[in-house]
């Protein structure tokens, strides 16, 4: 079975900071797909990033960065000089090969403090 | 862009009423999910649709039915609503095809059954 764990409940920072969110996966599949969206207070999901298991690179997208590491089975974000704009609730996903199916994590609040 | 919309944003409803909550998407997407979200538990998938008049259960379907006549619509039915379906509701659509693509969301309907 697939599971994600995302272990933060809720995180506060102060503008600026650098902050971190985990997520832990677990999967049998050779072939998968990691996810993360972000879900502002208005509420609708908005995707941010597509990953699949063959490319561990790590990415960066202006103050976001992802670290895939598939020897701790771990896709964890990164945003740098946090901004209250980035308050919100952030999901990791998983997928498998052919993913017609997302599995979630809980969510991790993040709130940004001016 | 994606767009999906949901026909409602907010719903209140009493105990043994049908509920209709319906989704439509603009970019010809074959596939179509309905997620229902709680505090702490993420999302979950309740029925998922690859083509018209298709469809699969997911994780939770009890209590729940789905319908897709036309690839862009797919509709969620609570033939009884009970108070343990108070929830935000999310429709979801994505392509399909030999991987796993990013689903894009609606805006949610926030239903209350009273």
């Known amino acids: 079975a697939q599971k994600v764990t995302q272990a933060q409940t809720e995180i506060s920072v102060v503008e600026k900071e650098d902050v971190t969110l985990d997520c832990v996966y677990e999967t049998r599949d050779t072939t998968y797909y990691l996810f993360w969206y972000k879900q502002p207070p208005s509420g609708e999901l908005v995707f941010l990033i597509r990953?699949?298991?063959?490319?561990?690179q790590n990415e960066i997208s202006g103050r976001y960065s992802w670290n895939f590491q598939k020897s701790t089975s771990s896709f964890n974000f990164t945003i740098t000089a946090s901004q209250v704009v980035d308050s919100a609730v952030y999901f990791c996903?998983?997928?498998?090969?052919?993913?017609?199916?997302?599995?979630f994590g809980a969510g991790t609040i993040l709130r940004v403090k001016s | 862009d994606v767009k999906v919309t949901q026909s409602s944003r907010y719903l209140v409803k009493r105990t043994g009423e049908k509920v209709f909550l319906e989704c439509v998407q603009d970019m010809d997407h074959e596939n179509m999910f309905w997620y229902r979200q709680d505090p702490g538990l993420g999302l979950r998938l309740i029925y998922f649709?690859?083509?018209?008049?298709?469809?699969e259960k997911g994780d939770i379907p009890e209590g729940y039915s789905v319908s897709r006549e036309k690839k862009e619509r797919f509709s969620l039915i609570l033939e009884s609503a009970s108070t343990n379906q108070t929830s935000m509701y999310l429709c979801?659509?994505?392509?399909?095809?030999?991987?796993?693509?990013?689903?894009?969301f609606g805006p949610g309907t926030r239903l209350t059954v009273t």
């Open positions: 996903a998983l997928s498998g090969e052919y993913g017609n199916k997302l599995v």
């Open positions: 979801a659509s994505s392509l399909t095809g030999g991987t796993s693509y990013e689903q894009y």
């Open positions: 990953r699949n298991s063959f490319d561990e």
């Open positions: 649709s690859y083509d018209v008049k298709m469809k």
